[in-house]
């Protein structure tokens, strides 16, 4: 199993900055898909999911703000991040999980935000 995080990069606040995650080894279409964060010295958080029925999860703190969404035909999810903020700098995840029995984690694509 491969998730393969990319789109990170330096933007400025109140910028906009759009994450992928392509899957590969799984079946994609059966697991739910997230994103996930961890800032320096701060523990892992939630940042959004969408469930493979496209139900969506956010954090309060990104709701209004980050989109999450998939295609199934690409085996691939993404994060639409608009408005962006100093507070939004970590490292960010991509996890895969299928009914809390499998769950993967890709390697982290670094988000940084100046002010």
């Known amino acids: 199993v491969q998730l393969q995080a990319s789109g990170g990069g330096l933007v400025q606040a109140g910028g906009s900055l759009r994450l992928s995650c392509a899957a590969s080894g799984i079946i994609f279409s059966d697991f739910a898909m997230g994103w996930y964060r961890q800032a320096p010295g701060k523990q892992r958080e939630l940042v959004a999911v969408?469930?493979?029925?496209?139900?969506?999860n956010y954090a309060d703190s990104v709701k209004g703000r980050f989109t999450i969404s998939r295609d199934n035909a690409k085996n691939t999810v993404f994060l639409q991040m608009n408005s962006v903020n100093p507070g939004d700098t970590a490292v960010y995840y991509c996890?895969?999980?299928?009914?809390?029995?499998?769950?993967?984690w890709g390697q982290g694509t670094q988000v940084t935000v100046s002010s």
């Open positions: 996890n895969a999980n299928w009914r809390r029995v499998r769950n993967f």
């Open positions: 969408i469930t493979n029925g496209d139900i969506t």
